[in-house]
């Protein structure tokens, strides 16, 4: 399995892409990148990538794409794959999965 595939199936698989609308998954050699519906994620974040780092946590990479720029809001290092919904959800205000909702 990829770690682009592992990280997908880390952060709820089908559910996640279900959930929150993510779209263009990109998968890097060390990474999974994705755009988000910016219309619906707190301080208009449409860019995630989730890099798989050295030391076995994640680096998770908050963006805004517009046009041909690209600005990043904000890096959460040093992430366990536990930690990587919460965060996601803690960044974006979108929830992963219907069992997190309402929490």
């Given at each position: 399995?990829?770690?682009a595939q592992t990280i997908l199936e880390q952060l709820g698989g089908r559910r996640f892409i279900v959930m929150t609308g993510?779209?263009?998954?990109?998968?890097?050699?060390?990474?999974l990148s994705m755009r988000l519906p910016g219309n619906m994620c707190r301080q208009r974040i449409n860019y995630l990538k989730i890099v798989l780092d050295p030391s076995d946590t994640y680096t998770?990479?908050?963006?805004?794409?517009?046009?041909?720029?690209y600005k990043v809001i904000e890096t959460v290092e040093g992430v366990y794959c536990d930690m990587l919904c919460d965060i996601f959800t803690s960044k974006t205000g979108m929830e992963t999965s219907l069992g997190t909702m309402g929490r």
């Open positions: 399995m990829s770690i993510a779209k263009n998954l990109l998968a890097h050699e060390d990474a998770m990479e908050f963006g805004r794409v517009w046009g041909s720029k």
